[in-house]
């Protein structure tokens, strides 16, 4: 049963564009939810998170959009750079206490073209 | 700030040897760490919880026998996979957090082939 899924395994994007990372969610206990961003031999790195009583979190260049109703949550990032050539999880946590522990779902592929 | 160091990288073994993977928290002190397994094109597990001083919480499905797990302290937590076989071959990684509040921090994974 997968709770978090990214129905896109990859994505390609040119330099400078929009990225728009997708994730929906199926738990309704689900209550924050993360993004990371994951190299090649390196562990997820924490990039933004949104609680469920936002919906909307900007943090420079990224910002994540939560659209409860829908269980659907996005990350834009913009604009896109090479070095964000990553794979991106999703991860969402619930039962009320925040950050606590973590469903990810399948990961994107994201690659920027210079 | 907030890293996390995880040790081996790379194991290789026969079947039947156990392995200790050593998850730490370098620049913090972690009061909860967590253990995950990815296998191929699959997303991370949640195997378990450690919190410091306490015994682990599984998931369903985790052998709490076969994947032994020592947090006992606040910077080092152990897993260790008991007469391991092939099927146990994946990529592990470890997180910690400070608190319920503040997001986990993974270390970079330790890939476990088992011949």
């Known amino acids: 049963d997968q709770q978090v899924k990214q129905n896109s395994p990859s994505l390609s994007v040119q330099e400078g564009r929009i990225s728009i990372l997708n994730c929906d969610y199926t738990n309704s206990m689900f209550d924050y939810f993360l993004w990371y961003k994951k190299y090649p031999a390196e562990g997820p790195t924490f990039l933004i998170s949104?609680?469920?009583?936002?919906d909307k979190n900007e943090d420079g260049r990224f910002t994540v959009f939560l659209n409860k109703s829908a269980k659907h949550l996005s990350l834009h990032i913009v604009p896109s750079q090479p070095g964000d050539s990553a794979v991106y999880f999703c991860a969402a946590s619930g039962g009320g206490t925040s950050y606590g522990k973590l469903t990810f779902g399948q990961g994107t592929i994201l690659t920027v073209h210079p | 700030g907030a890293v996390v160091s995880q040790h081996p990288s790379w194991v290789i073994c026969k079947s039947g040897t156990s392995v200790k993977i050593e998850c730490r928290s370098l620049d913090f002190q972690a009061t909860t760490m967590f253990w995950y397994r990815q296998f191929p094109k699959q997303s991370l597990m949640l195997m378990a919880t450690s919190n410091e001083g306490s015994k682990a919480t599984y998931e369903q499905g985790v052998e709490k026998d076969k994947f032994l797990i020592n947090h006992a302290s606040l910077t080092l937590s152990t897993l260790t996979v008991t007469s391991a076989h092939p099927e146990d071959s994946s990529f592990y990684i470890c997180s910690a957090r400070v608190s319920s509040i503040q997001p986990q921090h993974f270390g970079d994974g330790t890939r476990l082939s088992i011949l």
């Open positions: 949104i609680s469920s009583i936002k």
